[in-house]
């Protein structure tokens, strides 16, 4: 997840943070959240989660979830609003990993909560990069409003009309995770310890326990787990597209597979 300079012209997006997930149709997830400095200070780009799992109420839908935007106190939610600098994106890949050859991209118009996003694709990248994106404009593109959720008809990667549901706006952390045991077991991974002036401390030896359940056989916790995002005490911004599992299925050119790569990234033009 290091921040990669940019290789093409101030039109390009560079891509800061990336939450990896492999999926064959099953429920996954990935968490990520303030792993360095450059995503302190640049909220907007910081990906805590990604998910994709079946519809709860239609088992021919997959979803597809990006939590962005750490900490966001509870009751600010409301006036909480995507960066318009920042290109957000779903990649996807069939078959093998680490190319995407299918993205669905997001760009906000303006700051502020009247603002909306643009969604392009399902389509081809313009370029096959994991450092820079560029907008896949010629492509149609769909408008939604911020903080409303709304249905589409949109052509698939394959060409194939397909009926799409997308929400992007401000919802309550939906994840469970006990950081102070986390930054207890891995000190290095606690950005505070990566100022200039302190020493990084090192990982405890193994085994690693956390509390409340046995990471191994012969390792067990029980204390009771502490969830640092409990009773809705943070807010994140997210962007959930619910489609078709044979739309998501579907490659460019009208190919299928059984396997799909699904990781989410986001980009700013400066890189910075």
Not at 197 to 213: A, D, E, H, Q, W
Request: aromatic share 8%; glycine share 6%; hydrophobic share 40%.
């Amino acid at each position: 997840m290091q921040l990669t300079r940019a290789l093409g012209t101030a039109a390009a997006f560079t891509a800061f943070a990336a939450a990896l997930l492999l999926t064959t149709m099953h429920p996954a997830r990935s968490t990520d959240l303030e792993d360095s400095q450059t995503l302190v200070n640049h909220p907007a780009t910081d990906i805590t989660d990604v998910y994709a799992f079946p519809a709860p109420d239609n088992a021919n839908n997959v979803v597809l979830v990006m939590n962005t935007d750490p900490l966001i106190p509870s009751g600010q939610g409301p006036s909480a609003s995507f960066d318009p600098s920042v290109l957000y994106q779903f990649q996807i890949s069939h078959g093998s990993a680490g190319v995407a050859d299918t993205v669905i991209q997001f760009v906000p118009n303006v700051s502020g909560t009247g603002q909306a996003l643009t969604m392009y694709g399902p389509a081809a990248p313009n370029a096959n990069s994991p450092s820079v994106s560029t907008v896949v404009s010629t492509t149609a593109s769909s408008t939604i409003p911020y903080n409303k959720a709304t249905t589409l008809t949109v052509n698939d990667a394959a060409g194939k009309s397909a009926t799409i549901k997308v929400f992007a706006g401000p919802r309550s952390d939906p994840d469970f995770f006990d950081l102070s045991r986390f930054y207890a077991i891995f000190p290095d991974a606690n950005y505070q310890n990566h100022q200039l002036t302190s020493v990084v401390p090192t990982p405890n030896p193994l085994p690693i326990t956390f509390r409340g359940f046995a990471t191994n056989s012969n390792a067990c916790d029980t204390s009771t787990a502490v969830d640092f995002f409990s009773s809705g005490k943070y807010n994140v911004l997210s962007i959930v597209v619910e489609m078709p599992k044979t739309a998501l299925a579907d490659e460019v050119g009208g190919g299928s597979s059984n396997t799909v790569n699904i990781w989410a990234t986001t980009s700013t033009a400066s890189g910075v």
